[in-house]
């Protein structure tokens, strides 16, 4: 399972960005066994942390910091999960990763920065 991600870039406090993360090559049979695709994010010296999770079921997860700001969602039929994030705040700014689980492994995107200025 290869990802791409996309949708990252400089925004002011207040704005929002969408990220995308793909994964065009993957048959439909292995992205059905994908039990959670998620985003994660790494700020400069801090560790990577859990920003929102979406199971095969539809179980959604947030991270506190995020949850009424951010929604993580998904298109089957383009095999793409997204997260759309609204009313950015200054401490989003990180490198942001998109993770897909499945029952034997994890596959992560490379990162794609957003930076939030003032």
């Known amino acids: 399972v290869q990802l791409q991600a996309s949708g990252g870039g400089l925004v002011q406090a207040g704005g929002s960005l969408r990220l995308s993360c793909a994964s065009p090559?993957?048959?439909?049979?292995?992205?059905?066994?994908?039990?959670?695709m998620g985003w994660y994010r790494q700020a400069p010296g801090a560790p990577r942390e859990l920003v929102a999770a979406?199971?095969?079921?539809?179980?959604?997860k947030y991270a506190d910091s995020v949850k009424g700001r951010f929604t993580v969602s998904k298109s089957n039929a383009k095999k793409t999960v997204y997260l759309q994030m609204n009313s950015l705040e200054l401490e989003d700014t990180a490198v942001y990763y998109c993770?897909?689980?499945?029952?034997?492994?994890?596959?992560w995107g490379q990162g794609t920065q957003v930076t939030v200025s003032s």
């Open positions: 993770n897909w689980k499945d029952d034997r492994s994890d596959y």
């Open positions: 090559r993957t048959i439909l049979s292995v992205f059905w066994s994908i039990i959670e």
């Open positions: 979406l199971t095969r079921d539809g179980d959604t």
